[in-house]
Each structure stands twice: as structure tokens, then as C-alpha cells.
């Protein structure tokens, strides 16, 4: 089984920093662009940041400058530094990321099960 995990989540004040961690384990060939999502009560998922393999970078205009994806393909994992954090960025943080599985030699997309940001004013 391929698997997504985040880490890093928690309650900090307005103006403080977190560092996400989102780790892939599992028979994993190569793993392409990795995303960071976030979905705050009452709105729809969207997407926050995402990097290609190579490290190539795009982000939600409203976390430039304050957000940083970056990712560690030896260890299968990928990172969102979060810093000079808002309230508006308060939200379930989810990790995305796409997988070329060895045992079926198929790409599949998988997500992972969340991790809470809360950020108080």
C-alpha cells in the first residue's frame, strides 16, 4: 500500500511559523509533482503550493512570500514552511501528490488524511 502522512500541524498565534512535513512510504518507483492543499471550514479545497520533481515551484498568490514548498527526494517527502502565518490561513492542510507505483508500473494520484492548522489573532 502506497501511503501520504503529514505532520507538523498545530495552533500558533498570527505572525508565527509551522513547518508541514508530508512523508510517502510504500513500493514507490518515482514520485512527480507534490502539492499542498488546504480546505478551511465552509470552503471548497484549494490548492496552496505544489513542486515538480525537479523543484520547480508554484503558489496561491495569497501565501507568496510567506509560504515555501520544498521536498527531499531521498526520503520521499515534502515540506511546506508556513511563516508570518495569518488567521485566513487557518485550515485542514492536506499533501497531494502523484506516484508511478513499481508493482503496477502506473501512475495514480493519492492524497493524504490532513493535518489541522489553526492560527489565532
Known amino acids: 500500500q502506497v501511503q501520504l502522512v503529514e505532520s507538523g500541524g498545530g495552533l500558533e498565534q498570527a505572525g508565527g511559523s509551522l513547518r508541514l512535513s508530508c512523508v510517502a512510504s510504500?513500493?514507490?518507483?518515482?514520485?512527480?509533482?507534490m502539492e499542498w492543499y488546504r480546505q478551511a471550514p465552509g470552503k471548497q479545497r484549494d490548492l496552496v503550493a505544489l513542486i515538480t520533481r525537479d523543484g520547480i515551484t508554484n503558489y496561491v498568490d495569497s501565501v507568496k512570500g510567506r509560504f515555501t514548498i520544498s521536498r527531499d527526494n531521498a526520503k520521499n517527502t515534502v515540506y511546506l514552511q508556513m511563516n508570518s502565518l495569518k488567521p485566513e490561513d487557518t485550515a485542514v492542510y492536506y499533501c497531494h501528490a502523484y506516484m508511478l507505483r513499481a508493482a503496477t508500473a502506473s501512475w495514480t494520484a493519492y492524497w493524504g488524511q490532513g493535518t489541522q492548522v489553526t492560527v489565532s489573532s
Open positions: 510504500g513500493s514507490i518507483f518515482r514520485i512527480g509533482n
